[in-house]
């Protein structure tokens, strides 16, 4: 990343600005170290466009509205100011310091803040006038690669078209924010607030979404090429194929995570497709054991005979699916939508964790539906062993030869379920 060129010491007197804005700047210089006679600077609502503020400590400055539009700020302290609903369009922040800084209904359309700190600044939605609607912060078309904004209130702003390769946003807030087109490779997301944010043909290859809260969020045509997603919440959240992607492309996951499978880790890769739109895909003896497709929507999905030992399907759309003789056994399938589908002969039941070399670890892997949706579902000669039931709905539901071992019920819904020869074993 190429420095800011440096530049000669120079005097306010020195650069072309307003006398006036000269003596409130130099009186909130006294005023920033803490010196005799220093005035905290306002600013409010002036027009300083085009004016060169390198390197200048104005922390704590008070400037609502003010015009930087085209100024220099690079490298300058502006950490606690008060810059709400200012202009900061097309404006050199590089390596500005904006911690904790208010910001919100500030325009920065076209600004440059590379290495720029906005830790804990405020970037939410704001309006000078009162009874005029609060305007979305503008940061369409910034850069802010390598920038730091981590824990940033940024609800609801507009980021379109930016760069954030390599940013900071570690527990920001960007719920509703709109992130459409922007370049986050290699970005830090973990802990980030999410929701319902637009993300559409956004590149967060290589990005760190550990923890991530992605509910309801717009992932259309997003590169998540190796994205980590541990622990990520995309329920409810939109994930399609970015443009390009083929069958093939399922294929390759597929085999990649078959080869993780039975290198136990060592080769290939984990399956993660967290929330991808893959509707009536054919999976139809595959082994996804183990693999992450939380939130993911399969209605319809032929799933016949496949492998799901371990896998996570939690808050997943399995409804209308085919997963006739299909081995879910330590499946986390909490919250999941299983109207209608077909379990014909599956196999749901908690397992016991071996370690690597096939030894029993003493642990299990409990196989939970707690609050899943089996209306409707077919679970003709199903196996249910030791399995959490809590709060499942069961309502039209075939339970024709079905076995049941060790189950909890608590809450459940039966409905008019078919139990005919249903059998329970005690527990």
Request: include cysteine; hydrophobic fraction near 40%; charged fraction near 25%.
């Amino acid at each position: 990343m190429t420095a800011p060129p440096k530049l000669p010491p120079m005097s306010l007197e020195d650069r072309a600005i307003p006398r006036r804005v000269i003596e409130i700047l130099v009186l909130h210089q006294k005023f920033a170290r803490g010196q005799p006679n220093g005035v905290r600077g306002n600013l409010a609502k002036v027009d300083l466009c085009g004016i060169g503020l390198v390197g200048l400590d104005l922390h704590s400055l008070v400037a609502p509205g003010a015009n930087f539009a085209k100024c220099d700020l690079s490298r300058s302290d502006l950490r606690f100011a008060d810059l709400f609903g200012a202009n900061l369009e097309e404006t050199n922040c590089t390596r500005a310091d904006f911690r904790r800084s208010d910001l919100r209904g500030a325009r920065l359309r076209g600004a440059i803040l590379v290495d720029a700190n906005l830790q804990d600044a405020d970037l939410r939605p704001g309006q000078l006038t009162p009874a005029v609607k609060s305007k979305r912060t503008n940061l369409s078309q910034t850069r802010l690669d390598g920038a730091n904004l981590s824990a940033a209130k940024l609800a609801q702003v507009d980021l379109t078209n930016s760069s954030l390769v390599k940013a900071n946003l570690q527990g920001a807030s960007l719920v509703e924010a709109d992130l459409s087109g922007s370049n986050l490779r290699g970005a830090i997301l973990r802990d980030a607030k999410l929701k319902d944010a637009v993300l559409v043909d956004v590149d967060l290859s290589g990005a760190d979404l550990r923890g991530a809260f992605l509910a309801g969020a717009d992932l259309t045509g997003t590169n998540l090429d190796g994205a980590n997603l541990e622990g990520a919440d995309l329920s409810q959240a939109l994930v399609t194929w970015k443009a390009g992607k083929s069958v093939e492309d399922l294929d390759e996951i597929v085999r990649a995570h078959k080869l993780w499978v039975e290198s136990g880790g060592r080769n290939g890769r984990r399956a993660v497709l967290c929330g991808w739109q893959l509707g009536a895909v054919d999976l139809h003896d595959r082994d996804l054991s183990g693999a992450d497709l939380s939130g993911a929507h399969l209605a319809g999905a032929q799933m016949r005979g496949v492998k799901l030992i371990g896998a996570d399907l939690s808050g997943a759309d399995l409804s209308n699916a085919v997963l006739e003789a299909a081995d879910l056994s330590g499946t986390d399938l909490t919250g999941a939508s299983l109207s209608y589908v077909n379990l014909r002969g599956a196999k749901l039941v908690t397992i016991e964790i071996l370690d690597r070399s096939g030894r029993a670890t003493g642990q299990v892997r409990q196989m939970t539906l707690r609050d899943a949706d089996l209306t409707g579902a077919n679970l003709t000669d199903a196996t249910f062993k030791f399995v959490v039931l809590d709060g499942a709905r069961m309502s039209n539901t075939t339970l024709t030869n079905t076995r049941v071992e060790g189950c909890t019920w608590k809450g459940i819904a039966i409905g008019y379920a078919n139990l005919v020869q249903l059998s329970r074993s005690p527990g």
